[in-house]
T-cell receptor, first 115, second 112 residues
Framework: NAGVTQTPKFQVLKTGQSMTLQCAQD?????MYWYRQDPGMGLRLIYY???????DKGEVPNGYNVSRLNKREFSLRLESAAPSQTSVYFC??????????????FGEGSRLTVL | GNSVTQMEGPVTLSEEAFLTINCTYT??????LFWYVQYPGEGLQLLLK?????DKGSNKGFEATYRKETTSFHLEKGSVQVSDSAVYFC???????????FGEGTQLTVNP
């Protein structure tokens, strides 16, 4: 019963390095999301994919790119990491059948530190 | 745009105390409202929801009522337990789709 799986769980980068956060869900959900969580600011949406083949910017997309590789997988890439991107990143998914019920299913998070 | 404001934390209570975490929102139209909970080291999970005015969501002893006149969705529990220690997030869903806007979260610690 995996649900939403994120890798890696922890990562330390130097400023300017690049990396990709991977996310996969096994619930056959159409929609997938990337959020970042910062103290005192809650969760902020970075990018989302309403369905396979589509991606859209959220509230804080600058410095990130995403790829919806297939229905299961949605990756988040930092091309040139900056200290301001130090955060905990959460991937989530939802089923379009449950649109307007608000139930997102979250992964356990990936803690990224940029030095 | 849409926004959600939660009471400032952290909140520390003794076991069996009454809990209220305030949440107010700003939105156009008629959003759905939610409370999510994040236990230590885990992702968020849905706690309860209400999709229209005057609806009451409830789960695990927690309750919240959708008050359109005061644009509020306060979370309450009559008797908290140590296992309720977590971060609680209020959220709203735009009426046009499935995107959620979250509040800043409230850390709750319950001491035995």
């Amino acid at each position: 019963n995996a649900g939403v799986t994120q890798t890696p769980k922890f990562q330390v980068l130097k400023t300017g390095q690049s990396m990709t956060l991977q996310c996969a869900q096994d619930m056959n959900h159409n929609s997938m999301y990337w959020y970042r969580q910062d103290p005192g600011m809650g969760l902020r949406l970075i990018y989302y994919s309403a369905s396979e083949g589509t991606t859209d910017k959220g509230e804080v997309p600058n410095g990130y790119n995403v790829s919806r590789l297939n229905k299961r997988e949605f990756s988040l890439r930092l091309e040139s990491a900056a200290p301001s991107q130090t955060s905990v990143y959460f991937c989530a998914s939802s089923d379009l059948r449950y649109m307007n019920t608000g139930e997102l299913f979250f992964g356990e998070g990936s803690r990224l530190t940029v030095l | 745009g849409n926004s959600v404001t939660q009471m400032e934390g952290p909140v520390t209570l003794s076991e069996e105390a009454f809990l209220t975490i305030n949440c107010t929102y700003t939105a156009t139209g008629y959003p759905s409202l939610f409370w999510y909970v994040q236990y230590p080291g885990e992702g968020l999970q849905l706690l309860l929801k209400a999709t229209k005015a005057d609806d009451k969501g409830s789960n695990k002893g927690f309750e919240a009522t959708y008050r359109k006149e005061t644009t509020s969705f306060h979370l309450e529990k009559g008797s908290v337990q140590v296992s309720d220690s977590a971060v609680y997030f209020c959220a709203l869903e735009e009426t046009s789709g499935s995107r959620l806007t979250f509040g800043e979260g409230t850390q709750l610690t319950v001491n035995p």
